[in-house]
C-alpha cells in the first residue's frame, strides 16, 4: 500500500521515494507486525480465557503436558493478522510473489482454524480428518501450481528447473517438465505445512525455527531477485546479485522479503508469549500457515533442494512420524518411545526447555550451513 501511494504521490513529496526500497520496506513490515503481536496478545489471550478456548492434551502423550490442558490456544489467528496487515501495508500489492505466498498461508490458516475449533469444540484432539485436511492442501498447492507452472502467470514464474546447492546455478540445473516439477511443488509445500505443524508440540518448539528458515529466506529472496546500483566512470551500472554469487535468477522475488520479515515480526511477539511455560499456543491454524508459507518461499525462490538442509528440523520430526507409523504397521514395534520426535527425548527424560532450545540451537546451525551454499559452489 506505501509503495503503490509513493509511485502516486512521489512527485510531489520526494521523501515518498523511500518506499521504493525493499531494505526500508522490510524493516517497515517487521516492526508493524512486532508491534500490533506485543500489543494485541494480552488482549487476545484474554479474550481466549473468556471463551473457555483451550487446549486438548493427548491422552497417550508424555505426562508433564496434562497440566497444560486448558492453556489458550489458536493463538495463529493473531499471527496470520500481523502479518496479513504487514504485508498489504509494506509490500508490493501488484506482485504475484506476495500473493501466491499469502494465499495458501490464509487457505491454510483458515483449515487450520477449523481443525482446531472442532477439536475445542468436541473435547478431543482429532479435529479435521487427515485426509480432509490433505484434500484442503493440495488442492490449494496444485492449484496454485498449475497456475504457475501452466503458464497463465507468465513467463517468469514458469521455471521448472531444479538446483542443487553447493553447486552453480549457471553450471549445473536438472530441467523436469512442468507437471513433474509442479507435482513436485505441491508436494513439498504441502509436506512443509503439515511438517511444521509436527513440530509445534512444546512451548516455543516451532516458531524460532520458523523465523530462522524465514530469515535465512528473506536473505536468499533478496540476492535472487534484487541488484544494486554501481557508478562506474560517473555512471550508475545494476549490479545482479544472483549473477556473481551464481544462485538461481528469480526477478521479483526480492519482495518475498517483505513478506518473510513480517513472518519474523509476528513470531517474534508471539514468542514471547509463547516461551516455556506458554501463556497461549499456537494452534493448527498458525502451524498449516506458516508451514504453507516457508514451502513457498522455498519454491518461488528455487531453493526446493536446499531446504531439505534449512528445514531439517522440521523434516526430521515428520521422518520420525512416518518411520514410527511404518514400523508399527509393519512389525508391530515403535522405533522411538513417541513420535514425532521431540516427544522421544521427553520420555528419555529430557526436561522440556532442554528440548527446546537444543532444537533451535540445530535450527540455527542448519541455516548458517544453508546459507553458506551462497559461497562455496
Request: one cysteine or more.
Amino acid at each position: 500500500m506505501f509503495l503503490w501511494l509513493s509511485e502516486i504521490l512521489r512527485d510531489q513529496f520526494g521523501p515518498l521515494n523511500v518506499f521504493r526500497y525493499v531494505t526500508f520496506r522490510t524493516i517497515g513490515a517487521m516492526g508493524t507486525s512486532l508491534l500490533i503481536a506485543m500489543a494485541l496478545y494480552p488482549w487476545f489471550i484474554r479474550r481466549l480465557q473468556a471463551r473457555q478456548i483451550g487446549q486438548v492434551v493427548r491422552k497417550d502423550g508424555p505426562e508433564s503436558h496434562f497440566s497444560k490442558a486448558g492453556t489458550p490456544t489458536m493463538g495463529g489467528v493473531l499471527i496470520l493478522v500481523a502479518v496479513t496487515v504487514s504485508v498489504l501495508l509494506w509490500g508490493d500489492i501488484f506482485s504475484s510473489y506476495v500473493w501466491l505466498t499469502m494465499v495458501p498461508t490464509l487457505v491454510y490458516g483458515a483449515l487450520g482454524f477449523i481443525d482446531d475449533y472442532l477439536k475445542i469444540r468436541y473435547k478431543n484432539s482429532k479435529g479435521v480428518t487427515g485426509r480432509q485436511k490433505l484434500a484442503v492442501q493440495f488442492l490449494t498447492a496444485g492449484t496454485l501450481c498449475v497456475a504457475m507452472y501452466g503458464g497463465f502467470l507468465g513467463e517468469q514464474l514458469a521455471d521448472t528447473h531444479l538446483y542443487v546447492p553447493f553447486v552453480s546455478a549457471q553450471a549445473f540445473s536438472l530441467l523436469l517438465p512442468a507437471w513433474l516439477y509442479g507435482a513436485g511443488a505441491a508436494v513439498g509445500i504441502v509436506g512443509l505445512s503439515n511438517a511444521v505443524n509436527l513440530t509445534d508440540g512444546l512451548d516455543g518448539l516451532a516458531i524460532v525455527p520458523v523465523m530462522v528458515a524465514s530469515a535465512a529466506f528473506a536473505l536468499l529472496c533478496y540476492l535472487s531477485g534484487g541488484s544494486v546500483g554501481l557508478e562506474v566512470g560517473g555512471e550508475i551500472h545494476r549490479f545482479v546479485m544472483s549473477d556473481y554469487l551464481l544462485i538461481p535468477s528469480v526477478p521479483g522475488a526480492q519482495e518475498l522479503t517483505v513478506v518473510a520479515a513480517a513472518v519474523i515480526g509476528a513470531g517474534v511477539g508471539f514468542l514471547w508469549y509463547n516461551t516455556f511455560p506458554a501463556q497461549v499456543f499456537m494452534g493448527d491454524v498458525g502451524a498449516l500457515a506458516l508451514g504453507g508459507t516457508l514451502g513457498m518461499f522455498a519454491v518461488l525462490s528455487k531453493n526446493e533442494l536446499l531446504t531439505l538442509i534449512l528445514g531439517g528440523i522440521f523434516v526430521v520430526e515428520a521422518l520420525s512420524v512416518i518411520t514410527q507409523t511404518t514400523s508399527y504397521k509393519l512389525t508391530g514395534k515403535r522405533v522411538f518411545r513417541m513420535a514425532p520426535i521431540h516427544h522421544h527425548f521427553e520420555k528419555k527424560g529430557w526436561p522440556e526447555p532442554r528440548v527446546t532450545v537444543r532444537f533451535w540451537i540445530i535450527s540455527l546451525i542448519l541455516a548458517l550451513v544453508s546459507l553458506a551454499s551462497l559461497k562455496l559452489r
